[in-house]
Every structure is written in C-alpha cells, then in structure tokens.
C-alpha cells in the first residue's frame, strides 16, 4: 500500500534562510508525489509535482521539490524563506499509475517563518 | 474568481440533526471530492464522483452520504452527526486526465 511519511511535525526557520520540508514515500511501482500548502482556515493549493523526468521540480512561490529514487524522498525547498510562507504543508502520493486513483496525504508540516 | 466554493463556510448543528454541506464549481471538472480534515491531520477521503459515478472509500461510516445533481454541485449530507463529525470539510475537483486537485476553502463544522 502506498504511504507517506512527513518526519517533522513542526519546521521554524528565519526569514530568508533556506527552508526544507521532509517527505519519504513507500509506494509500489513508480510514485507519483505531489506537495500542497494550506494556510489558515482555507482549502488545499498545489505547489507541484513529480510524475517522471528531472528530478529536481519546480512549483509555484518560488518552491521546488528533489526527488531521490534510492533515498525514496521528495523534500519541498526554498531557497529564501517568507514570513508569508508560513502555513501547513502536506505531501501527498498517488495511489496508482492512472489518473483515477486517489491520493494518500502524509500527516502535514507546519512551517514558521519567523522575521 | 472562486473556483471552487463551499457554503457555508461555518457551520453550527446540534448532536444528530441532519446537516447539508455543499460544493459548487465553475471549472466544469467531472471528479468530485469530499474530504474530512481534523485538526492539523492530513485530509481524509470520504468519497468521490466521476461525472455520475459514486465511489464511497471502505471506511466511510454510512452515516456520511453524498448527492451530485449535477456537474457543477455536490452534496455531503450528514444524517446524524455525533461529536466526532466536528471537522473541516473540504470539496475537490479534477479534471480528466490530470493529477492536481483544485479546493475549495473547506466548511468547518461544529456539532454542539
């Protein structure tokens, strides 16, 4: 069965450090890995996602993802971090290789950026 | 412009009287979904539609059920909520043959 880990429950960094949030998988077959942001009482928003090709993805805001097969990691980055960027962050999975099949969530990261 | 929109935004019901949570969408996406978020959880997958096909996950309890009249709305209806039910819901669209989602912001829901 497919699953997501998101080892830390809470990540602070400075304003303008270099931000990483974790993500391994355990998925059969090949993972189709997505991350989303959600801030404060609003729904869900894509920031990108890997299905194949480069491994290093880049999403929106400024974010981008590396996908380490043998490691099985897909770590969201930012190269300089915002207060604006605070919120919760969850990395996602799908289930299968088609595009009906559903997500799996990992348990989210809550990101503060402190100024 | 709202893509996605969720009305009410809050809601408040008593233990065990029906309420109706909705979801209407301007993008014409044919899947539907309905989420359950705890607090600071990871969304959980109640069920979903592709276009007028019901697919309910194993382990949602029956009291949940879910209505698409049409392409543009859908329908959580919660025939007898308990405590446990005290969530934010939120409503997700997809397009065919795409992975990402698009949300709306969730109703939250208080059971008193």
């Known amino acids: 069965a497919q699953s997501v880990a998101q080892p830390e429950d809470q990540v602070n960094v400075a304003e303008g450090n270099p931000l990483t949030v974790k993500c391994t998988y355990s998925v059969s077959g090949n993972p189709y890995l997505f991350w989303y942001v959600q801030y404060p009482n609003r729904g869900l928003q894509f920031l990108l996602k890997y299905i194949t090709g480069d491994n290093l993805v880049k999403g929106s805001y400024g974010f981008e993802a590396e996908f380490n097969k043998s490691q099985t990691s897909f770590h969201l980055k930012k190269p300089s971090a915002l207060v604006s960027d605070s919120a919760l962050y969850f990395c996602?999975?799908?289930?299968?290789?088609?595009?009906?099949?559903?997500?799996?969530f990992g348990p989210g990261t809550r990101l503060s950026v402190l100024p | 412009d709202a893509m996605v929109i969720q009305n009410p935004r809050y809601q408040v019901t008593q233990f065990g009287k029906p309420v109706t949570l909705s979801c209407s969408q301007t993008l014409n996406h044919n899947v539907m979904y309905w989420y359950q978020q705890k607090s600071s959880q990871a969304p959980k997958l109640l069920f979903h539609?592709?276009?007028?096909?019901?697919?309910n996950e194993a382990d949602t309890p029956d009291n949940f059920q879910s209505r698409r009249p049409n392409t543009s709305f859908c329908f959580l209806d919660i025939r007898s909520p308990g405590l446990g039910d005290a969530a934010m819901y939120l409503c997700a669209t997809r397009p065919p043959s795409t992975d990402t989602q698009y949300f709306g912001p969730g109703t939250r829901l208080t059971v008193l």
């Open positions: 539609y592709y276009d007028k096909d019901f697919n």
């Open positions: 996602a999975v799908r289930r299968g290789r088609n595009y009906g099949q559903n997500f799996v």
